[in-house]
């Protein structure tokens, strides 16, 4: 069973400064990896995916994925306080009779000062 | 392209009634989700459809929940008698194959 794990739970930075999330994943055929951003009460925004060990960069949102150590990071550039929202981490892996399973951690909650 | 739609967007019940969700995903769509998203935790997958067969439903309360997708489209998910700790959004998401998962807006369910 996939198991997908995030931390921090909470992170505090003040503006301008890099924030970094981390989510871990058990299952070494996950070929699929996202991360959201859901504002409080609203619907799930997605920032960027990830397919392949490396980087990917979309704005001042990047991806790290390494999957030999089952982990992928994002980093925010210059976060601003309109960033304060929670980041999930979703894993995704083809299931059973060839559906696709998405599998989301539980999230880390970014506070950005001003 | 019309996205994932939603229905009730809220719900407010007292234990022990009952209530369905519905979802319309985007057409063409072949897989549809599920999800329970308790307030400040991450989404919770409940069941899933690869057109109208069930692909995983193991972590549905099966004595409560249940859920449907008869022609491979839309989509419902029923509860019968609402328990306190069922409180939370309910997520339907669709994607066709291994592209990008949309999600629709959630309903928002309160047991009282």
């Known amino acids: 069973q996939q198991k997908v794990q995030q931390s921090p739970e909470s992170l505090t930075v003040s503006e301008g400064a890099m924030a970094s999330l981390n989510c871990t994943f058990s299952?070494?055929?996950?070929?699929?990896f996202r991360w959201y951003r859901q504002h409080s009460a609203k619907g799930l925004e997605v920032l960027v995916s990830?397919?392949?060990?490396g980087e990917k960069e979309e704005g001042r949102f990047t991806a790290h994925l390494n999957r030999a150590n089952l982990h992928v990071s994002l980093h925010i550039r210059e976060p601003q306080p309109s960033d304060s929202a929670v980041y999930l981490c979703?894993?995704?892996?083809?299931?059973?009779?060839?559906?696709?399973?998405?599998?989301f951690g539980k999230g880390t909650h970014l506070h950005v000062l001003p | 392209e019309a996205g994932v739609t939603q229905s009730p967007r809220y719900a407010v019940l007292q234990e022990g009634q009952a209530v369905s969700f519905w979802c319309d995903p985007i057409?063409?769509?072949?897989?549809l989700y599920w999800y329970q998203q308790p307030r400040d935790q991450g989404p919770q997958l409940l069941v899933y459809?690869?057109?109208?067969?069930?692909?995983?439903n193991s972590q549905l309360p099966s004595d409560r929940f249940s859920a449907v997708r008869p022609k491979g489209t839309n989509s419902t998910l029923k509860i019968q008698s609402a328990k306190q700790g069922d409180t939370a959004t309910y997520l339907c998401?669709?994607?066709f194959g291994g592209g990008e998962v949309f999600f629709g807006k959630g309903t928002r369910l309160t047991v009282v």
């Open positions: 299952d070494g055929t996950s070929n699929n």
């Open positions: 990830i397919f392949s060990d």
């Open positions: 998401a669709s994607s």
């Open positions: 057409s063409g769509h072949d897989t």
């Open positions: 459809f690869r057109d109208e067969a069930v692909i995983d």
């Open positions: 979703a894993v995704s892996m083809w299931g059973r009779t060839n559906a696709y399973k998405v599998i």
